[in-house]
């Protein structure tokens, strides 16, 4: 019997023939629900956390930006010019971690949209930075404006993710423009909280001033929260360069939010050891931390890593792999060792989107979970270890990420649950349930309803073509092109946002910054 | 630089120049790290067995064999013969819960492969049960002898596979000799802990006397311990069937080890619900547990459940769900809640070897290892619900499990791990960690070595002819046939062996009772 028999004998009982609605479930605004996991005992993390700080004090932090090491030197760290090596001493980053805010409030672009980070709090973000984009009928190419804009709509249909990530850059779009290119986009086709890139304070202040025109922020309302964010990558190992450094400074000054992120690789850039490559990416988070609360004590800022292992017999890096997985669990000790909100990441080293790059995502997925962590970028078509995303990789994961929520959500077992009367002891031995009450009163409601997964039989799936899930992602990713719908816009402010970006382009722009 | 590069180098050392031992991981003997996640409170959980409880006082069992029936009646249950209706009071189900062991030691072909059932322990087996098999080069087709051999040989392959499982049905083997075709392949190709299918006395009683003529076990020590098992599915709701009552009461009356495991699914043959569909897989799962205890008290036997959902738009059965996972979290509890090892699965609706298939059985897996399952079933190959069992599935599954089973050997973080002296303060900034003493030490053994996940970037990988994971996973399975090397056995016995196949065929073999 199918859903629409039930509803039409349904229809027939009289009393109870109000249509049931459809089950929604709130992605938005998600706790974590998951048990933690340890890889580590308590003494060896306060071991890692003691070397981190003495691998600061004692081996110190290359420091590219002059105006950062100046911030260091005022705060009481040891500077040799010469080398640009800054020595930060464990008070001033104890300081540091104290001042950090525990839970950020990030204004998004409608009250719906908002979110807040913090131990505990689950946000995903779709796979970022990549070059190149692929799909299955334009195949793999540089990422243009157009994938820009594609992605872009993705992201905002599926609630799961709860941020915009720079998912690929328009490479098209010429680099001094490119921010006006993506911060128009984020103000007209969505109203999640906005991603922008730090590569230089022109580009930034310019993306600033583009985000309070068109959400209409007076400048104390802009800095009163943190309503849009960078990324920040150190150079791994020990080294903060120019534009990293000083988009730290900017966000922090005008209280926008940072997460950092060491991008470590076991073997390469990091020890080959999961303890030894943490630490590393530990000593630099806080080294970038501790820059954030010299430029401004309190700013929003989110710990995180980013750390898998490459291949030793090829130097080719990995993702999803048990070391991988035991490098999110660590970090996310220490994230609660500080707590502090954190970012993790999932991701795939796979080429196309196969079994390996599912399995992978999937694995690494469970690991920052697993981890706790805040945020989890990477957690949607990430394919070639971040050289390009994917369209139909990024419908497949979304469907993981979202039986993700529903576990978040959680299921009730109360009497009308456990269902004695009116599902256990309505049926017969070996009859079915089909028509129990309990299920009458479900049927609509009870089950997550997947977008591209199939549950038809073989029979019937090969009738229809044998089509696998990745081609029928295809389908599902322009349908919801064809149908997107952005959100309503103030179109005074929008205009007001068109007006600046053609005044700042006639001016010239603003090249990135390195 | 390779670790051939590396590797030459390192000669060149002198002193370090002995080589390096390759990673060694053991995978046969696995305790689960992971922690265990509630889906319920407590008390919610105490209501749901307090309910099968009830289930089973009030509604009752139908139980179709008569000596089961009169089993529980000599046990003091309620029985009413014309309905073949059995009511069984909750002090008989406690009685059995106190006898049932707590933990199981598994006797397999050589010490090397025993291993212990109890909470706490992690096993896993491929796919069982189906009726087709399938790959790349043949097709989906009816499963023969050929495909059971070779999937046999391919879970002895794998030491994550602790247990063989009954992969696929060889239907070109007659039903009443199809059990010396099984069992013979299971003593002469594989000393991993067997499986008999429980198909009437006649088929029990001829494997169990294979199974010590193979393997030169004395009646004494054959009841000594669990030297094979068999699984015991209910007829949801509440019916347990002649062969599988049969099979209880026969793998009990012998100490051999029955896992019981109701296979509901939720909306169908099981209340809508998670919690009313696990209050009746629980109810049912007391019933056979309480009958292998009243044949024989301290038999060894496995609690277990696999609950899904269908889709209630088609009725199709769906795995890997949100409800399949919180399912098999709520069947954990109530595990613990007895204190019985247990077994649950994972499990793919997917017909093909797709992303569908991977993420599916990846996500019921995580649900599994989870909600602390012992046995972990259908954790690879396993298609279309169950109808088939896949070669490059059961490849690519291997490749998740192998890389579940390093989390479990866990990892340290010493001083040699963060290595403050061997990497971090070895590596300059900006610089690598190639060439540092902690990397050379370790290379050779650091990181998890896939057998299917290719890293090779995409001009590489495009190079080599694009081919994805299901299709290297085809050269994978041809690689391990080709390769086989069955482990040594015994000659004089497995000479007996046959005398014993050749005389009970004579005889006309043992046809399947029901």
């Known amino acids: 019997m199918t859903a629409a028999e039930r509803g039409r004998r349904r229809r027939g009982r009289g009393a109870e023939a109000a249509p049931q609605p459809g089950r929604d479930v709130n992605y938005r605004q998600l706790r974590n629900p998951f048990p933690q996991m340890e890889v580590f005992p308590a003494d060896q993390i306060a071991d890692m956390h003691d070397t ?16 950062a090491r100046k911030l260091f030197k005022q705060g009481g760290a040891r500077v040799d010019e010469d080398t640009e090596m800054v020595f930060v001493g464990r008070e001033m980053v104890e300081a540091a971690v104290a001042s950090a805010p525990k839970s950020i409030a990030c204004r998004a672009g409608s009250r719906r949209r908002d979110f807040t980070l913090e131990l505990g709090s689950l946000v995903f973000q779709p796979g970022a930075g990549a070059p190149n ?34 998912q690929v850059e328009p490479q098209d779009v010429p680099t001094h423009l490119r921010h006006y290119f993506t911060t128009r986009a984020q103000m007209e086709l969505t109203d999640k909280f906005p991603f922008f890139f730090s590569r230089g304070t022109p580009q930034v202040m310019d993306c600033f001033e583009m985000l309070t025109t068109a959400r209409g922020l007076s400048d104390d309302a802009f800095r009163g929260n943190a309503h849009c964010y960078t990324i920040i990558n150190t150079n791994s190992p020990r080294t903060l360069d120019i534009p990293m450094a000083q988009g730290l400074i900017d966000f922090a000054r005008h209280g926008q939010m940072s997460i950092i992120t060491p991008f470590t690789l076991m073997g390469a850039m990091a020890p080959i050891t999961v303890a030894g490559a943490i630490t590393l990416s530990h000593a630099e988070a806080l080294a970038a931390l501790t820059l ?18 490459v291949d030793m017999k090829s130097g080719a890096p990995a993702f999803g792999t048990p070391s991988h997985f035991q490098a999110s669990l660590a970090a996310g000790q220490l994230a609660r060792h500080l707590g502090l909100p954190w970012r993790s990441a999932a991701g795939s080293a796979s080429n ?4 390996q790059a599912a399995n992978e995502n999937q694995f690494g997925l469970w690991g920052c979970i697993m981890a706790g962590a805040t945020v989890i970028i990477h957690s949607a078509g990430w394919l070639e270890g971040g050289l390009t995303v994917s369209f139909e990789k990024l419908v497949c994961d979304a469907e993981v990420l979202n039986m993700v ?57 090969a009738e229809r073509g044998s089509v696998d899930a990745n081609h029928r992602a295809t389908d599902v990713w322009k349908g919801i092109l064809n149908d997107f719908r952005a ?28």
């Open 487 to 514: 959100p309503a816009v103030d179109n005074d402010r929008i205009g007001d946002l068109h007006g600046f970006i053609a005044r700042r382009t006639a001016e010239g722009g603003a090249p990135p910054e390195s």
């Open 292 to 309: 954030t609360q010299l430029a401004n004590p309190g700013a929003p800022v989110c710990y995180g890593t980013f750390t898998s292992n």
């Open 352 to 355: 196309t989107n196969d079994v």
């Open 52 to 67: 981190a700080l003495r691998t600061l004090e004692e081996l110190g932090v290359k420091t590219l930006l002059p105006e």
């Open 133 to 166: 984009a692929t799909d299955l009928e334009r195949g793999r190419r540089p990422a243009t404006g157009q994938d820009y804009l594609e992605f872009l709509k993705l992201t905002h249909h599926f609630d799961v993710f709860q941020m915009i990530s720079p």
């Open 405 to 461: 929520a529903e576990l978040c959500a959680g299921v009730q077992a109360g009497s009308s649950e456990i269902g004695f009367e009116t599902a256990l002891s309505e049926v017969e031995p070996s009859g079915h349930f089909f028509a129990s009450s309990q299920t009458m009163e479900r049927y609509n409601t009870e089950f997550y309803q997947p977008h591209v997964h199939d549950y038809a039989n073989f029979g019937t799936w």
